[in-house]
Antibody, heavy 121, light 106 residues
Framework: QVQLVQSGAEVKKPGAPVKVSCRASGYTFTSYAMHWVRQAPGQRPEWMGWINAGNGDTKYSQKFQDRVTLTTDTAARTAYMELSSLRPEDTAVYFC??????????????WGQGTMVTVSS | IQLTQSPSFLSASVGDRVTITCRASQGISSYLVWYQQKPGTAPKLLIYAASTLQSGVPSRFSGSGSGTEFTLTISSLQPEDFATYFCQQLYNYPFTFGGGTKVEIK
């Protein structure tokens, strides 16, 4: 079954880091890019960055450049998103999403179920 | 690139024809995607490349446009279509989303 399964909800204090995992199944993990998107309550989704699961290349949104790290464990078919120095405004649902080439372009056709991260003192 | 959706909210009845607009702050060719999102779930891909229906999506959904103005049309609204709809541009980084259109039952 083609799916992305994310780790469970997290509650963190301001200043702490959080690491969210995204395990892929049902497709060749290293053949796709994995993107990360977050969505604060009642807000539009916000793109954070992506990682090439084949070679580990990354690109980050400037907004998160200094605080986010995307990695993969190809043996475990898992992608990770670590966000450091958390602040209350980082409270959001974090999604991983697979970017797929859909001729003539591409789109996020497969999403994880989301991981709620709450930042509160 | 900023994406502005309108309306942000609409109330409609089953069977109605519904049109949602997404305007880009600069030209994005056809690098525009539409998603449907229901509460507590991830976005679901409906349309990519502005007008191509994703496999498995009902044909009552259609998309059009290029450049800076795009539309998503639902030809006959069904009960399962009540949700929030987002557009997204994949023309350049950062990949931005519109503010969403919530479609509710009248």
């Amino acid at each position: 079954q083609v799916q992305l399964v994310q780790s469970g909800a997290e509650v963190k204090k301001p200043g702490a880091p959080v690491k969210v995992s995204c395990r892929a199944s049902g497709y060749t993990f290293t053949s796709y890019a994995m993107h990360w998107v977050r969505q604060a309550p009642g807000q539009r989704p916000e793109w954070m960055g992506w990682i090439n699961a084949g070679n580990g290349d990354t690109k980050y949104s400037q907004k998160f450049q200094d605080r986010v790290t995307l990695t993969t464990d190809t043996a475990a078919r898992t992608a990770y998103m670590e966000l450091s120095s958390l602040r209350p405004e980082d409270t959001a649902v974090y999604f991983c999403a697979r970017l797929t080439a859909l001729a003539p372009m591409y789109a996020f056709d497969l999403w994880g179920q989301g991981t709620m991260v709450t930042v509160s003192s | 690139i900023q994406l502005t959706q309108s309306p942000s909210f609409l109330s409609a009845s089953v069977g109605d024809r519904v049109t949602i607009t997404c305007r880009a702050s600069q030209g994005i060719s056809s690098y525009l995607v539409w998603y449907q999102q229901k509460p507590g779930t991830a976005p679901k891909l409906l349309i990519y490349a502005a007008s191509t229906l994703q496999s498995g999506v009902p044909s009552r959904f259609s998309g059009s446009g290029s450049g800076t103005e795009f539309t998503l049309t639902i030809s006959s609204l069904q009960p399962e279509d009540f949700a929030t709809y987002f557009c997204q541009q994949l023309y350049n980084y950062p990949f931005t989303f519109g503010g969403g259109t919530k479609v509710e039952i009248k």
